[in-house]
């Protein structure tokens, strides 16, 4: 019994050391770029955003995990009279929507094992949205957690034996949901760090 349970334990042992070895884990700096909707309610582009991905390769073409990010959209429009929730007030307004997704994802790798390696993939999961407009002393929020699908292209390029340089673009779909009656759409073009395991 314990010529087995010691087997056993090497035996996990070597096979998390060749899971870490099959392994990316990415984290990016993302320029978001408002659709749809959220584009009606903020044109600007963003430069507030970090994505983190995770994929476990099941085959070297192939990879699953998970994808999180954080994307934050700010305009200030000018001095004028607005309307929101049947209420018209002059003044400056400011505008803010903070975008958070949680996706199960995965990605087919075109040349696995190449140092130039483009990929395509989705993620499916969730979408947390929060809005506020803030007049003078008046703010109005507005928040959702919707479903969302997010198709994504792009590639890495080996700098090191276990280190890249990645860059993908992300199309976040982000369905109707809570106080939204319309979807929170964006693109992100996201530009990290990838490391390999070991």
């Known amino acids: 019994m314990k010529k087995y349970l010691i087997l056993t334990v090497i035996a996990l042992t070597l096979s998390l050391g060749t899971l870490s070895a099959q392994s990316l884990t990415t984290t990016s700096y993302s320029i978001g770029i408002p659709t749809g909707n959220l584009g009606d309610y903020i044109s600007n582009v963003s430069g507030r955003g970090i994505t983190f991905d995770y994929r476990k390769l099941v085959q070297p073409n192939i990879g699953v995990g998970f994808y999180v990010g954080w994307n934050v959209f700010y305009a200030e429009k000018p001095y004028d009279?607005?309307?929101?929730?049947?209420?018209?007030?002059?003044?400056?307004q400011y505008r803010y929507t903070n975008s958070a997704p949680?996706?199960?994802?995965?990605?087919?790798?075109?040349k696995p094992g190449g140092d130039f390696n483009p990929f395509i993939g989705a993620a499916v999961g969730g979408v947390y949205t929060q809005r506020a407009t803030d007049m003078g002393l008046y703010r109005w929020e507005q928040d959702a957690f919707s479903f969302g699908v997010t198709p994504q292209i792009g590639f890495y390029y080996k700098i090191k034996t276990?280190?890249?340089?990645?860059?993908?673009?992300?199309?976040?779909v982000v369905t109707k949901a809570g106080d939204f009656d319309a979807g929170q759409n964006y693109l992100s073009i996201n530009i990290g760090y990838l490391f390999m395991g070991n």
Do not use: E, H
């Open 102 to 110: 949680f996706m199960f994802a995965t990605d087919y790798y075109l």
């Open 162 to 172: 276990f280190a890249a340089l990645s860059v993908a673009a992300k199309y976040n």
């Open 81 to 92: 009279t607005y309307t929101l929730n049947n209420q018209s007030i002059s003044g400056k």
